[in-house]
């Protein structure tokens, strides 16, 4: 990618990138938006660029305004302060962008849109008090990897009401691992990128800002990677509420419908759907197969005691409830375990006033 980025269309790739981003969006502002809701709501994409393509394709900025414009009654109703910040370092681009944001329009009522024109160390410094207390949605959309290191991650992490989508390019790793500007980024060694074969070298970056994670903190990542010819980047989501875990991997479910992670066959299984196999289990991805195994064998062992530790458990390992309850009904008719009305969908199982109920393991 290069800064001539939006004097031509965005590519494929690009545009898989944009439709995460915006079916995540359009699941997060309704959440935030509802008048029950008590907090301010900011959006920051602090790598905004011009918000079109050469084709007037939206990008990231766009695509926010549009969202909130689809929810318009939502934002007419809302008593909250809703901030969106868009920064890019780029004069240039920023004065596209404001044309753009003209253009396009928003309810200038309720929604503040700030353009900024600085270098992200500097945005990102300035912007630090305006995360607390508020609900947040962090886009990095960097060109590279060099933005989001092991500091930064770290403190993203700790931010409450805080969901993150970022960009890297996972490859520059495989390339550049000694390289003495790349190395301390994310301290990557090589012995941990040889782990991986290249096309799943964002999984090995993701399990590397994993580690970043402190031991006992409720924070949740999930990966999504990109293939284009021979290099692969992609999206890190990072949540500490099970809920944006949640709508994320329905995303990259929707998106990839075998594995759940990537625009292309990450493990290189050539399943063909059209043509399947006479052996079932070599027709079902083996990540699905390895959890299910898991799964089950963790509920029966009692490791796992109550449909919220499940789910949790699940979500943690990118799957979802379509992934859970199979499991579940077959336990449930061998008559190994009996799970009262359960449920795996975030919104019932962190009800507040809901207890999570227990798996009895009969035998
Ligand atoms: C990949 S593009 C962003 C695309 C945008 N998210 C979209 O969907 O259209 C990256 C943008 O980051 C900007 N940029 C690069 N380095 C930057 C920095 N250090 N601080 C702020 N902006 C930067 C570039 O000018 C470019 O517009």
Known sequence: MSEDFFDKPFDEETHQKLQLFSNYIEKWLPVFLSTRYPRPIRIFDFFAGVGTDSNGAYGSPLLILKHL??????????????????????????????????????????????????????????????????????????????????????????????????????????????HESIQPILELTTEEIKKHPPSKIHRAVTEKYQSFIPDGAQYCIAPFSIKKESNVYGLIFGSGHPLGVEKFLDICWDQDKQRGEANFDIDGENIDEGAPSMFEDMNRPKKILVFEKELESKILSRELRTDRDIFLYAINRGFINKHIEPVIEKLKQEKRIELKQPSFRCNTVWKKEREPRPVEVLR
Do not use: H
């Not at 009654?73 to 920064?87: A, Q």
């Not at 753009?100 to 024109?117: A, M, P």
């Not at 962090?138 to 930064?152: C, E, P």
């Open 69 to 178: 414009q689809n929810y318009n009654d939502l934002v007419s109703d809302s008593k909250v302060p809703i901030t969106v910040f868009l920064n890019d370092r780029n004069k240039e681009y920023c004065d596209r962008l404001q044309a753009n944001v003209d253009k396009v329009g928003y309810n200038t009522e309720k929604v503040n849109v700030i353009i900024s024109n600085k270098d992200f160390s500097e945005a990102f410094e300035l912007a630090r008090a305006d995360f607390i207390d508020s609900a947040n949605l962090i886009f990095l959309d960097q060109f590279g990897v060099k933005y989001v290191d092991k500091s930064l991650f770290r403190f993203l992490v700790k931010l409450k009401f805080t969901d993150v989508i970022f960009f890297v390019s996972s490859s520059t790793f495989n390339r550049f691992s000694e």
